[in-house]
């Protein structure tokens, strides 16, 4: 027979370190258990496929080496991915893709839906990448109204009513801008290596140096570059403010291991 434990043995001393596995350096991401989100995995997956079909009607439409060179295009391509890649996550009840990059395709099919918006689809006869914009209809008339409007207002569907809140970092809102900057580079070295007189020498009206001028062109960029950072900015903080879809009964997970006291583990 197995003795029974005496009922008068002596509480044992706290083992050292083991305050260092309190429930508040213990990250909530780690402890939460996953949420299997089939009709989010359906809608990123839905509007994944749109996004890489409007791409598909430019690329077959126009050239596929000048297709991709617009920010549109990259931005949308961009979106497709990691709309593909966060609905395979939800599918699978996995960890969210990270918050900087997920808020950073965010910022880049706004612009690119507001600048088309506000400014490219004012131009006489609109604007296409295919590089054709002396009418628009049928597929390119589809194409633009997937890459510049389907698009982000799917992704904006998705951040705000899909997608758990970081929250993010305000740093962010100064990396995001890095791609851009380094896209404008990209232009003028472009339509500088191209023989003037070239179709479509410069991708987007306000970065042609012919009618410009560099310092035109610096002027541009600067309006243009606070407008990006201003609505970087607002993502950062309506990320701050949205709610969690997540939720439930409007507090956070709770830590399943861990009581939320500041003692050792449950």
């Known amino acids: 027979m197995i003795a029974p434990i005496p009922k008068d043995i002596p509480d044992l001393p706290p083992i050292p370190g083991i305050a260092a596995l309190a429930p508040y350096n213990v990250p909530s991401t780690a402890v939460v258990a996953p949420v299997y989100r089939p009709l989010a995995a359906a809608f990123r997956l839905l509007a994944a496929m749109t996004a890489a079909a409007g791409i598909a009607i430019d690329l077959y439409l126009g050239s596929p080496a000048h297709v991709l060179s617009y920010f549109a295009a990259q931005s949308n391509l961009l979106a497709a991915v990691v709309l593909a890649a966060s609905a395979r996550r939800a599918w699978m009840a996995r960890r969210p893709l990270p918050a900087a990059l997920t808020g950073g395709t965010l910022l880049y099919v706004l612009i690119t839906g507001l600048v088309y ?5 004012n131009r006489p006869g609109g604007f296409s990448m295919t590089g054709e914009t002396a009418s628009l209809h049928g597929w390119q008339a589809l194409a633009n109204l997937v890459l510049y409007t389907v698009t982000p207002v799917a992704v904006v569907i998705d951040w705000l009513l899909l997608t758990r809140p970081a929250p993010l970092a305000m740093r962010y809102a100064t990396t995001w801008l890095v791609y851009p900057l380094v896209y404008l580079a990209f232009c003028l070295t472009r339509g500088a290596m191209l023989s003037p007189g070239t179709t479509e020498r410069y991708l987007y009206p306000f970065v042609d140096a012919d009618r410009h001028g560099y310092v035109g062109i610096l002027g ?43 003692g050792g583990l449950k």
């Open 220 to 262: 541009n960029t600067a309006i243009l570059g606070v407008a990006f950072y201003a609505l970087a900015l607002l993502v950062v903080a309506l990320d701050h403010l949205r709610p969690d879809p997540l939720r439930h009964g409007g507090r956070r997970p709770e830590n399943r291991i861990s009581s939320p006291a500041t």
């Open 117 to 121: 918006h506000l400014h490219l689809a």
